[in-house]
């Protein structure tokens, strides 16, 4: 999993068109952090965060990945290189396929 989710760690951002003529593009900028876990489930929420605090970040983090939906659906990822117009494949979950 680690190998799988590891290049996930950064900035997810979504643009939407917004409701009408006069509304602006509407973006939602996620950060998504990867962590290691030991072997075995994590009792307390509390530890994950802890973990997430202590880990010293060296760099501001990137934009991995940009998603937009209209006005034709497109799918860009900068940390592996590819892009794609499948947005509903990669929102279920196959951006994995994708690289």
């Given at each position: 999993?680690?190998?799988?989710?590891?290049?996930?760690?950064?900035?997810?951002?979504?643009?939407?068109?917004?409701?009408?003529?006069?509304e602006?593009?509407?973006?939602?900028?996620?950060?998504?952090?990867?962590?290691?876990?030991p072997?075995?489930?994590?009792?307390?929420?509390?530890?994950?965060?802890?973990?997430?605090?202590?880990?010293?970040?060296?760099?501001?983090?990137?934009?991995?990945?940009?998603?937009?939906?209209?006005?034709?659906?497109?799918?860009?990822?900068?940390?592996?290189?590819?892009?794609?117009?499948?947005?509903?494949?990669?929102?279920?979950?196959?951006?994995?396929?994708?690289?």
């Amino acid at each position: 999993a680690w190998a799988l989710l590891e290049p996930e760690d950064g900035l997810h951002v979504l643009e939407r068109p917004g409701a009408g003529k006069r509304e602006k593009t509407r973006r939602w900028v996620v950060r998504v952090r990867v962590l290691p876990q030991p072997v075995g489930a994590v009792d307390d929420p509390r530890t994950v965060a802890r973990q997430e605090m202590a880990r010293p970040d060296a760099q501001p983090p990137e934009i991995i990945r940009r998603y937009r939906e209209a006005p034709s659906p497109l799918v860009r990822d900068s940390r592996r290189g590819w892009r794609t117009g499948l947005l509903d494949r990669v929102l279920g979950g196959d951006f994995d396929l994708m690289g």
